[in-house]
């Protein structure tokens, strides 16, 4: 049997890699767009700070370890086409030589591509002009050049989400000097304003200027550089910088899919369902363009490297003719910014509210360890529950770098996965000594301080 694979990225190379694990005899081959597979691109900021060196330590494998897993690359080639009836793929080289490969089975892993939030010039300029985003290997070559070459003393960085934040702390660690430009009320929009704040003071603490409620029109260069115009606070503003970088958001790769006659979902992804089966023969699907299937929400757009994991194992391991089920996402994320680490997993009150849940959230601080051993430090905790049958919807934390925050929010995300109560969670029998803990761990202070709540609005009401 003959598996292709397309995207060298967490979907493809996952999908490969199971199938290859699961029946060596199975002949896969992956058709990568660059020449860069399995390079982890959550690690780029990290390369510009200068915590990673060099930049081939970003790969998770090397081309020769792929390879030595019995799968062909065939790297620096784009595929353009499905015949779906014909079971074969098109394909056209770097040299611009066109071929068709014959398949079993198909795995599409296109990933997603930049956005432009409507800011005119983004689709004009390009990066030696100064303007660039971050989203391949190819874009981090092209912006340490820029960087190298020019040595800017100044850079915009449009969009306050988890790479903008990641690179302005990259920015800053190289001597520039960085604006941070957020359309909305606050930085990190996947968290409440209140804990958002935090975030923002950790960036001003640091050097790094913050304009909220900023919305971007258009870049633009001219004879002295490049100029970004925006509303800020609903007054027009004229900003300038050596350099800009735009990290918007992304939007779903699906002309290939869509093309072959996909169907189109959530955030115009293409549609999977939980065998991560497009619809048409023997192509499945994964990654960040396809729909996430969120245990709170149902069918979602919700673009992680955790999930296009998953996703690719699943597909991987059905396309040699396994019954693997995507178990679904609860949105667990999480950002290191300077000396802060900000988390969230399931939803927020807002989001929760939407979806029809009946909802309380409540905000507490905890030490994370016990207060009489040196170097306690409190993490921030909001939690969300359904007021109606007590069940956990989400978290949201900050704590200083070393609190274990991170691992802090999984314990949440593994509760949301097992569909618990908040009670359930104070329950947990969780681990504890002084340096590390505390007999009510943080976690279920916060658990605590719900039920308290929740309890006390009942009885008001």
Known sequence: MHLVAIGGSDAGISAALRARELDPATDVTVVVSDEYPNFSIC?????????????????????????????????????????????????????????????DELVVGTGALPAHAGIAGLDQLTPSDGLHVIHSMGDTFALDRYLEARDPRTAIIIGAGYVGLEMAEGFTARGIDVTVLQRGPEVLSTLDPELGSSVREELTNHGVRVRTSTVVRAVEKDTEGLVVHADSHGEPVRLRADVVLAVVGVRPNTQLLESAGATLGAGRAVVVDELMCTGLPHIYAAGDGVVTHHRLLGVTYLPLGTTAHKQGRVAGENAVGGEARFAGSVGTQVVKVFDLVAARTGLRDREAHAAGFQTVTTQTAADDHKRYYPGAQPISIRITGDSEDGRLLGAQLIGRLGTETAKRVDTYATALFAGLSVQQVSDLDLSYTPPLGSPWDAVQAATQAWTRATIETMVTA
Do not use: C, K
Request: aromatic fraction near 8%; avoid cysteine.
């Open 43 to 103: 690690g780029i900021p990290y390369y510009f700070s200068g915590d990673v060196r060099p930049w081939q330590s970003l790969a998770h494998r090397t081309h020769a370890d792929l390879e030595a897993t019995g799968m062909s690359l065939r790297l620096n080639t784009l595929a353009t086409s499905i015949d779906v009836a014909g079971q074969q793929l098109s394909i056209r080289s770097s040299d611009g030589n066109e071929s068709v490969i014959a398949y």
